[in-house]
């Protein structure tokens, strides 16, 4: 089964418009795609199979959420003399809680809405 068939949400591709950082220590990460369940993002740094607070904010600053996930996958980009960098999967959780899935869909219509007005 390949990751597309493993998606349970279809992806919104973000670069540029979202900022996510891991709260509280700032470390950025460039976020590829976005959906309900989760997101992609690069990374200098590996990422363990722990959860992690996110700062997410989208780059007109119109709306900011702390959410926890989980690292699904981590993997190394480029071949062994180049500088380490790493794509990793992480699945939002709480997905049950209706607060949890009001703020996810919260950033999501606010992505949409710039996509449609653009």
């Known amino acids: 089964m390949s990751a597309v068939d493993r998606r349970q949400t279809p ?3 973000v670069h540029d418009r979202l900022r996510v950082e891991i709260a ?5 990460v460039s976020v590829l795609d976005f ?6 993002a690069e990374c200098a740094a590996p990422f363990g199979p722990e959860s ?3 700062r997410i904010s989208t780059t007109d600053g119109a709306k900011s ?3 926890r996930a989980k ?11 180049d ?13 049950r809680n ?17 996509l449609q007005v653009a």
């Open 11 to 13: 992806r919104l591709d």
């Open 24 to 28: 509280p220590q700032g470390l950025a």
């Open 52 to 54: 992690y607070d996110f």
């Open 65 to 67: 959420e702390v959410l």
């Open 35 to 40: 959906s309900v369940g989760g997101f992609r």
């Open 71 to 81: 690292a699904v996958y981590c993997h190394r980009l480029g071949g062994p003399g």
């Open 83 to 95: 500088t380490p960098s790493y794509v990793s999967g992480f699945a939002f959780l709480e997905l």
């Open 98 to 114: 209706p607060k949890i899935q009001a703020r996810i869909h919260g950033i999501i219509h606010h992505l949409t809405a710039q």
